[in-house]
């Protein structure tokens, strides 16, 4: 069995045919393989509408998927992601394989939209973690801080 057809599993049967219909047509337009090691695809859909893949593996398995259509935010996998399953099974194929360094863009925008307890959380859980960390949002926030102390007093 190939790698492209353990993926197989994931999907519907009509998911997957539409996903390699997509593939097929090179809606696909995108795809990067950053640093973290997490695959972004940008999948072209109809009516020129365009959706945002990403994929991580782990040992071979999908670790992650995520895309930003209606679809799958019902928590299904989708034919956009199915498409890029196999654009990177192509690009594997091909041995043709640049890793993309995260882009600040990226990562503010990927902030922008992250709900504010749930980034307050992940950066207290990282300075827990990391005591260099810490201090770094320390000093940089602690004159903020120290403002809303006096004004609450």
């Known amino acids: 069995m190939s790698r492209i057809d353990a993926f197989r599993r994931y999907f519907s049967p009509l998911i997957w045919d539409r996903g390699a219909l997509y593939h ?14 997490m695959w972004h695809a940008h999948v072209l859909a109809q009516q020129q509408k365009a959706y945002d893949v990403a994929l991580a593996f782990n040992e071979g398995e999908i670790h992650f ?16 992601m199915a498409a890029a ?15 993309v360094s995260t882009k600040a863009a990226e990562l503010e925008r990927v902030l922008m939209n992250v709900q504010h307890e749930r980034l307050v959380g992940f950066v207290a ?28 007093n």
């Open 24 to 37: 097929t047509e090179e809606r696909v337009r995108t795809l990067e393989l950053h640093a973290s090691g």
């Open 65 to 80: 998927m995520a895309c930003t259509c209606t679809y799958s935010k019902r928590k299904l996998p989708c034919k956009h």
């Open 85 to 99: 399953l196999m654009a990177i099974d192509a690009m594997l194929e091909s041995e043709e394989i640049e890793v």
């Open 125 to 152: 859980e990282a300075a827990r973690e990391d005591k260099e960390f810490a201090l770094r949002v320390w000093s940089e926030f602690v004159d903020e801080m120290s403002s809303i102390i006096m004004l609450q």
